[in-house]
């Protein structure tokens, strides 16, 4: 286990992706899905997100064990575990809200143009992370943990 969670902003604005990869107690991967295309959401670079808090339209489901849960907002989806793709940098947590955001934001710390559905969210990458002086340590433990799931 990750230990209490230190999730920047994105937890207190509705601004979430409708795939979110979560760590089962299990050691499974849970995956949290919204269907993307219903009434709300965009998926192109300029927005990938919920606009409301009542939307219970998440299921989640783990890839090892029995953990299922339908019909979530997304302040349950985030209690239901730390993100699956999460490193330790020392006190702090270098993390993505599923695979593809982690790796793109080894791409915006490297300096790489983002076109992607994910470029909205890199407005919320912490600046300990892009601070010049950490930013290698960052993608290297961000890279690893990609490397190893
Ligand atoms: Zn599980």
Not at 35 to 50: I, K, M
Not at 104 to 129: A, E, S
Request: hydrophobic share 30%; with cysteine; proline share 7%.
């Amino acid at each position: 286990m990750l230990g209490k969670r230190t999730h920047p902003a994105p937890y207190s604005h509705p601004r979430i992706p409708p795939l979110i990869e979560l760590a089962c107690k299990c050691g499974g991967l849970i995956t949290c899905t919204h269907p993307v295309n219903s009434e709300g959401y965009s998926d192109t670079p300029e927005g990938w997100w919920l606009r409301t808090a009542e939307d219970r339209s998440f299921t989640a489901k783990c890839n090892k064990c029995h953990f299922s849960k339908k019909n979530l907002n997304y302040f349950e989806v985030v209690q239901i575990g730390p993100p699956y793709y999460s490193a330790s940098v020392g006190l702090d947590h270098i993390w993505g809200w599923n695979k593809e955001h982690l790796e793109t934001i080894i791409q915006y710390l490297h300096g790489d143009p983002i076109t992607n559905r994910w470029l909205g969210y890199m407005r919320y990458v912490p600046g300990k992370w892009k601070a010049i002086s950490r930013r290698s340590t960052y993608i290297k433990a961000a890279k690893k943990v990609l490397k190893n799931n």
